[in-house]
Each structure stands twice: as structure tokens, then as C-alpha cells.
């Protein structure tokens, strides 16, 4: 009933920047809160950045000062902007949305990830 549709991935090199885009359709009656999990091989998948429908954001450690997560809420997108991008920063890419349906059900959906590889 919900659709999150994610672009933006690709390679880069090391200290570039890249931005992803998630967009989310369906019976949505809200959405409280948007996020970017990433999944390197081998490892499991990790938080990296959180907003709430306030604005609230949440980082992990790990990426502090350089990735910013928004969202436009006309257009039901979350965005993370990527810079100063590292080898490390090597993953799939998957956003996260939570909130609740036209019928008030509780929903959270997965995009379907978008693969960001950081190389010389």
C-alpha cells in the first residue's frame, strides 16, 4: 500500500558528493518519521540518518558533519546529501518510512536500495 521508490546511487570518488532521493506514494495518511539505513557486504544494516516529521534529525557517528537528511513533505521525499564521501562510506542504500495509512494502520516501509561505491 505504500511504495518508496529511491535514486541517486552511483560511484564516486573519494571527497565527492553524492545525493539520494526517496519518494514515497500510496494510501498515506501520515508520515512521522523518515530514515537512511545503509548494508555493506558482509555487515549488517546500520542507521545512518534520521528525521522526524518536526524535524528532528539523528546521524550516526560516523557521518556527523558530512551528510545532511531533509525531506519535503508536499512531495513525501527524503533526501540524504552525501559529501566528503569515504571508501567507507561503500554500501547499499535504503530508506525507511514510518507513519500511518488513510485507514490509520501503522505502516513502515523499505525502498528497495540504491547502490553508493566510493573508489579511486
Known amino acids: 500500500q505504500v511504495q518508496l521508490v529511491e535514486s541517486g546511487g552511483g560511484l564516486v570518488q573519494p571527497g565527492g558528493s553524492l545525493r539520494l532521493s526517496c519518494a514515497a506514494s500510496?494510501?498515506?495518511?501520515?508520515?512521522?518519521?523518515r530514515g537512511w539505513y545503509r548494508q555493506a557486504p558482509g555487515k549488517q544494516r546500520e542507521l545512518v540518518a534520521t528525521?522526524?516529521?518536526?524535524?528532528?534529525?539523528n546521524y550516526a557517528d560516523s557521518v556527523k558533519g558530512r551528510f545532511t537528511i531533509s525531506r519535503d513533505n508536499a512531495k513525501n521525499t527524503v533526501y540524504l546529501q552525501m559529501n566528503t564521501l569515504k571508501p567507507e562510506d561503500t554500501a547499499v542504500y535504503y530508506c525507511?518510512?514510518?507513519?500511518?495509512?488513510?485507514?490509520?494502520?501503522?505502516?513502515?516501509?523499505w525502498g528497495q536500495g540504491t547502490q553508493v561505491t566510493v573508489s579511486s
Open positions: 525507511n518510512v514510518r507513519g500511518k495509512l488513510d485507514s490509520r494502520q501503522d505502516f513502515g516501509s
Open positions: 500510496g494510501s498515506i495518511f501520515s508520515i512521522y518519521l
Open positions: 528525521i522526524t516529521s518536526g524535524g528532528t534529525t
